[in-house]
């Protein structure tokens, strides 16, 4: 067994500084403390705001 850094983004785990071959399995361990100040720090953190998506239309005339 090897132990590999990473931070969860977006309900993602990203690992830094190191690449799985795919299709590894891989168990997560998290501290007690590290959880509970994840969880408090997402409860202060304003939500994202979410991107409106724009489409433009070129109408074109029909003959």
Known sequence: MKAYKGVV????IVLEGAKLPEGAVVTVTIGEGELL???????????????????????????
């Open 9 to 12: 983004r977006d309900g993602v």
């Open 37 to 63: 100040r994840a969880t408090i720090t997402s409860a202060f953190t304003p939500p994202k705001k979410e991107r409106k998506t724009r489409i433009r239309l070129n109408p074109r005339p029909t003959m």
